[in-house]
């Protein structure tokens, strides 16, 4: 009786963990698994000072878009790491699309396939979530849209 409930108060714990906000340590990203569009396992860098997010294909594209324009080493130089969380994206249009379109990228990309994500950092619908570290923790939380606003960010 008493296993049964450590586990069900472990599992309610888990299922209503809160979502990132300001103040939380860079490292809980570190709960969440990424790899690159070539299937490398990827871990978030701690001199990180921008994370980007896109949760759909239109504000990923606008990234990637933007990124494209960039030196291969922008993001780096810049302490900048962009996730594109593709959960809801079919495994079959991933696999016989997405990633062929992404390996094209001569920027890094980390991938997101898991749907807590989602639910723990902060999103607004068609909106770009970034995520500014400082001292190893997040400082500020905004929701960008436009190439411009990107390029503001990155380069502050």
Same mark, same amino acid.
């Given at each position: 009786?008493?296993?049964?409930?450590?586990?069900?108060? !472990?599992?309610?714990?888990?299922?209503?963990?809160?979502? *990132?906000?300001?103040?939380?340590? /860079?490292?809980? @990203?570190?709960?969440? &698994?990424?790899?690159?569009?070539?299937?490398?396992?990827?871990?978030?860098?701690?001199?990180?000072?921008?994370?980007?997010?896109?949760?759909?294909?239109?504000?990923?594209?606008?990234?990637?878009?933007?990124?494209?324009?960039?030196?291969?080493?922008?993001?780096?130089?810049?302490?900048?790491?962009? !996730?594109?969380?593709?959960?809801?994206?079919?495994?079959? *249009?991933?696999?016989?699309?997405? /990633?062929?379109? @992404?390996?094209?990228? &001569?920027?890094?990309?980390?991938?997101?396939?898991?749907?807590?994500?989602?639910?723990?950092?902060?999103?607004?619908?068609?909106?770009?979530?970034?995520?500014?570290?400082?001292?190893?923790?997040?400082?500020?939380?905004?929701?960008?849209?436009?190439?411009?606003?990107?390029?503001?960010?990155?380069?502050?």
């Amino acid at each position: 009786m008493n296993k049964f409930l450590a586990a069900l108060t !472990i599992s309610a714990a888990l299922l209503g963990a809160d979502s *990132i906000k300001i103040d939380s340590p /860079l490292n809980v @990203l570190d709960n969440f &698994k990424y790899e690159t569009p070539t299937g490398r396992q990827m871990k978030i860098p701690q001199k990180t000072k921008l994370v980007i997010v896109a949760f759909d294909k239109d504000t990923g594209a606008l990234i990637n878009e933007y990124l494209d324009t960039q030196n291969k080493f922008y993001l780096l130089k810049h302490n900048s790491i962009f !996730i594109a969380d593709i959960n809801k994206m079919p495994s079959i *249009i991933t696999s016989m699309f997405a /990633l062929p379109k @992404l390996q094209k990228y &001569k920027h890094l990309i980390y991938l997101h396939y898991g749907d807590k994500f989602q639910n723990s950092i902060p999103n607004k619908e068609e909106k770009i979530t970034l995520l500014r570290v400082e001292d190893s923790k997040i400082k500020e939380i905004s929701f960008i849209s436009s190439k411009q606003e990107l390029k503001a960010a990155i380069e502050k």
